[in-house]
């Protein structure tokens, strides 16, 4: 309302500045231009006036909220902005530690490498040490039964020929005599 005031307050200036400019002027040849400036600013005055009334809130409130809406965007752009900017800072740091995240990678295999090189090479050294201690088991296990059998061999063969000799040198009384030396040591004890 103090706008369409203002409108019209200028308005009425200008029409009462052209009618002065009219009279001071000598009237008959000038009245023309004059006249027709008058008209124009006039008719000018009233379809802004016009304009204002009807349209005039519309377009302060479009131009208001434009404004507003443009600066929303622009907060939000600067946000996005900053967010861009801690991104790219954070992948530029990532990009930085990549070297050393990398070598710490390798140094780690390379330790876990070395861990299951010496966990293989303590497990073949305990099955060899298994596979030699049942080798030698089984070694001195076939030495004993070997030994056991040579024995077995000897003694038969030593009876054999004990019994060889003996019957050969042995007498019917002296066979005699000795069954009954076994059987009275036999029934006395």
Do not use: P
Not at 54 to 78: N, P
Not at 118 to 128: G, M, Q, S
Not at 141 to 151: D, G, H, S, W, Y
């Amino acid at each position: 309302m103090k706008q369409l005031k203002n409108i019209c307050i200028i308005s009425a200036l200008l029409v009462l500045f052209s009618g002065l400019a009219w009279a001071s002027g000598d009237g008959e040849a000038h009245s023309g231009k004059w006249m027709n400036l008058l008209y124009r600013v006039i008719n000018f005055t009233i379809v802004a006036g016009i304009l204002y009334y009807f349209v005039g809130k519309k377009i302060a409130a479009f131009f208001s909220g434009r404004s507003r809406q443009i600066k929303t965007e622009m907060l939000e752009l600067d946000e996005r902005r900053q967010k861009a900017e801690t991104d790219l800072q954070e992948v530029e740091a990532r990009i930085a530690n990549l070297e050393a995240e990398k070598a710490a990678i390798l140094q780690e295999a390379r330790e876990q490498g070395q861990a299951v090189k010496a966990a293989i090479i303590a497990e073949a050294e305990k099955t060899a040490a298994r596979i030699q201690s049942q080798a030698e088991m089984a070694a001195e296990q076939e030495v004993r039964q070997a030994l056991a059998q040579v024995r077995e061999q000897a003694a038969q063969q030593i009876v054999t020929e004990a019994q060889k000799i003996i019957t050969g040198q042995l007498k019917k009384k002296d066979q005699e005599n000795l069954i009954q030396d076994s059987l009275n040591k036999v029934v006395l004890h």
